[in-house]
């Protein structure tokens, strides 16, 4: 096995992770000056922020998925490679991955983050993440498979741990999943659920801070708390966990929570690429790049998107990891790249913050631009309208429209699945039904 | 815990498996008269007809697959369990299963077939069925994954065992499966996989009879090998695999294929049931049934479906396993449930056979009626409208209508992920990424 790249005279560009940053360089590359390799984990991009309503079995995972090779069959000179990376070898210019070793002139690192327990090991262990398809549809089987147990409980205690759901983090995420589970409860589980006193099923969110959505304005912050109170939400402020014990959440002032569906999405911190010198990395483990994110210390290396942290006069702690830094430094660095060969000068990043939004529920999300910030109705429909074109592939924006269309009339989430691909795992098996009769 | 089925005055029906039979009995039944319990081992009825589509990459599981508790919602007294059967008392009347003990009036056994693999060890062990949503979706993941391996394979060989797809069993899941993959090989392998000599991808269907399905007209069998050799796939008639080593196929023969995608859509076989007397089983381990689907021996026990076994004047040695069939039971047997309690006379069954089809790929397709033999555009067009009008859901439908309309205009399906839940196996999960930084 190698990873089987042919050899050029082109310098060639490998990127580890086809998130936003990731893929956006890709494309801005022009292959006809570089060849260029993208290495990743899965097959596909992932539409992030859309994760939550896979959970609440809002959207497909395909919905929220484009296959990277699809997305790249008309660019010459690029090369997929379904791989994990194992170390760069910074001296002699090589990538080892889980395939071999990758040659490159120009290295990218743009793995995004992985989520942080803060230490917390039972956490660790217990509470679901959702920072990928596979961990969204992970918790959306987990959540349908908690509320068919919570049907045949027979010990109170353990129904009520069944029906909670506690949300760890009130950022984006924790705001929006929150949002999505509490219409589930509200319009799905009494339905679905007839022999089973759903009024019980609480959504719980907690978060450590005074405020929800902390990266956006007060009036955002306040709007949301308010949105999600009206729908049942029970909220948490400057509250943390502590600890995961006996299907409990234990929070720092002694109380517990009994949960068997604990979601956290509390904070993400990079993870350590080994071959890059421990003094590159910054604050929440991000790798420290200049102002044309070349990862400090190395002529070849780059970090993009939310692993990088990079520092300008409006953003002395670095940028905020979102969607809208990862697109702008992929296609700076792609412009980048081109001067550096051409001897041009380079151009040095700055984020154009071009405002931020946030879903909660049926006409309830929340905008923040410049001058306007707004929430309702209106935001709700902007808050659409940008993600649907932001999303890749037309086949993703009509699955998406005719999925939120039919979810929005008949107040129902039609993907209550717990489906798991069935690979083979033989000892499970019962050998008795392999007889020829 | 416990099944915690409410009692009531009513007789209790209990259902095992909620697939065409099961579904239609539990649909059929007056819940007036009888409280009615659904248990299955996934949440979801499944479409198997097109579950081929879903190995393709060309629908969604979701597509195809409807949850049991929506289908329910507005039916009283109706109940959907989650559970495994592991034992069935019939001197006590009572299933016991994962979840506990279920009581019942009359039991009906809907628990279809499973693959069977004639006693092959190591064809069990690598060979992937297509019975299922999870298996179809395992084997989605298996044909890309092979290909993501194909690119990267050094040693020839090996290469070729991963570009080989063998597909056993010639019915109309063999044809139809086929007939997708060599469609998803001429428009999509060359164009996903430029670095790839996807022309040396071969798809390879083997059948032990000599001819494809056997189980149609004469006509139907040539026009479906007609179609497929047009298509490209290479057919094997009268050709039987004994065993598969060192990854190749063996043939009675003693010839070997070298191929890691091996497909076993080559007979099923009923699964006993521990509580049902051995001298129940028939051929093929169906269950024997009198002309009301009632199991040899038992009052209150009944079978329905693929895996009963039941014969009449036109059918002396059993009904084909086919949904027609399994429907008609399912909605007779309700008849005759609610007559026994009326102490009114039972209607025996007889199988009104409507036709049967198969698709082979873009406007072909393979329609036997009585009267009326057709193939090709034609043939394609009411397969597709029937199977349409056939599946649950108003949103699958149109789901799929926007699936078959897209891949027909771009020649694409769009589906290609390799998708697993992330389920927490913390084993495998690297420490180090656990840290506050």
């Known amino acids: 096995m190698s990873a089987n790249i042919p050899e050029t005279e ?3 560009v490998v990127i580890i992770g086809g998130g936003f940053a990731g893929l956006q360089l890709a494309k801005s590359l022009d292959s006809r000056l570089f060849q260029i390799v993208l290495v990743d984990k899965v097959n596909y991009h ?38 994990s990376v194992t170390r760069i070898a910074t001296d002699e210019k090589v990538l080892e991955t889980s ?3 990758i040659k490159y002139d ?34 959306r089987n987990r959540i349908l498979e908690n509320l068919e147990h919570a049907v045949t409980a027979t010990d109170p205690e353990e129904r009520q741990a069944l029906l909670n759901i506690v949300i760890v983090g009130g950022g984006a995420t924790g705001v929006e999943v929150a949002g999505a589970l509490s219409e589930m409860k509200r319009y799905i589980f009494n339905k679905d659920y007839p022999d089973l006193d759903t009024s019980k099923a609480r959504i719980i969110l907690i978060e450590g801070s005074d405020k929800l959505l902390r990266n956006m304005s007060e009036e955002a912050s306040s709007k949301a708390f308010l949105f999600l109170k009206q729908m049942g939400v029970e909220i948490n402020l400057q509250t943390v966990v502590v600890d995961y014990k006996d299907y409990k959440v234990v929070l ?72 809208q830094v990862a697109i702008q430094q992929g296609k700076l660095l792609a412009k980048n790249l081109i001067n550096g060969l051409n001897d041009q000068p380079l151009t040095p990043f700055h984020y154009l ?10 006409n309830r999300a929340i905008v923040d631009l410049h001058q306007f910030r707004f929430q309702g109705l209106f935001a709700w429909m902007v808050w659409m309208i940008v993600h649907l074109l932001s999303i890749l592939g037309v086949k993703n924006k009509i699955q998406i429209v005719i999925n939120w269309f039919w979810s929005y009339v008949t107040y129902d989430q039609s993907l209550r699945l717990i489906i798991r691909p ?9 050998q008795k039904d392999d007889q020829n009769r």
Request: glycine fraction near 10%.
């Open 46 to 83: 992932q539409f992030q922020p859309l994760l939550y309503q896979v959970t609440s079995s809002g959207l497909e995972p395909s919905a929220i998925a484009f296959p990277f090779r699809k997305n790249f069959q008309n660019k010459k000179d690029f090369y997929f490679r379904l791989a």
């Open 106 to 139: 120009y290295l990218v690192i743009a793995t995004g983050t992985d989520t942080n327990y803060f230490g917390m090991q039972n956490v660790r262990a217990a509470a679901l993440p959702m920072k990928s398809v596979s961990e969204a549809l992970a918790l």
């Open 422 to 430: 069935d690979d083979k795992t033989r000892e499970k098996k019962d």
């Open 10 to 12: 082109k310098k060639r």
């Open 353 to 362: 913050d071009k405002g931020s939004m946030a879903t909660v529920g049926r």
């Open 252 to 323: 720092k002032n002694g109380d517990t929570i009994p949960t068997k569906t604990l979601i956290w999405v509390s904070g993400v911190t990079g993870k350590p690429l080994p071959g890059i010198h421990e003094v590159c990395y910054g604050r929440g483990g991000r790798i420290l790049v200049d102002a044309y994110n070349r990862v400090n210390g190395y002529q070849s290396v780059f970090a993009i998107g939310d692993i990088s942290l990079q520092t300008e006069e409006l953003y002395p702690v670095g940028h905020p990891q979102v969607a």
């Open 99 to 101: 395939i071999g070793a």
